[in-house]
């Protein structure tokens, strides 16, 4: 049995998860610096430490409906490994982040086929929660999708070099 470290995360009133190996830190939201003429799905630019950190929101990339109910002031930029970004600094606006969890093979539901690739998912992961809706089974489970950040930023820094 395989474990996997994952960062929680919230975007709208879903919640979302990325490989913990991705994540540098987690930070509150700062002002975020528009760059001209920059595609939709990056917000812009901030200063971390005197580091210069591109911002990119999700929303944009996964076609999802804007932020929640939540002040853009209680969001988080979940900081990624430069690695992930072919060495630059890369940021993503989330809603909320609730827990770095540890998982099990067996707790994810792998989704195949086409659709797989074209919504940057590697699974969907069921986790025991006495508050979640019960289902058929009577199992309470919540429901976290796991996604493929390292491809959205395969396929970002490919349609930038284009």
Do not use: C
């Not at 929303?59 to 630059?88: C, H, Y």
């Not at 195949?112 to 058929?136: C, F, M, Q, W």
Request: net charge negative.
């Amino acid at each position: 049995m395989t474990v996997i470290d994952i960062v929680e995360f919230e975007i709208g009133s879903e919640r979302y998860a990325l490989d913990i190996t991705l994540t540098r830190e987690i930070v509150e939201m700062v002002p975020i610096t528009p760059v001209p003429r920059a595609p939709a799905h990056i917000a812009g630019i901030i200063n971390l430490r005197g580091e210069i950190t591109n911002i990119i929101n999700l929303n944009k990339i996964l076609d999802l409906p804007e932020t929640s109910n939540k002040n853009i002031e209680d969001q988080k930029i979940i900081v990624l490994v430069p690695e992930a970004a072919e060495g630059s600094n890369t940021g993503i606006i989330v809603d909320d982040v609730h827990a770095v969890l540890q998982i099990t093979d067996d707790e994810i539901d792998s989704m195949k086929g086409p659709l797989s690739n074209e919504a940057y998912v590697k699974g969907v992961i069921k986790i025991d929660d006495k508050e979640a809706t019960e289902t058929e089974t009577g199992e309470k489970k919540r429901l976290i999708v796991w996604l493929d950040v390292g491809q959205v930023l395969i396929d970002i820094l490919a349609s930038t070099k284009a």
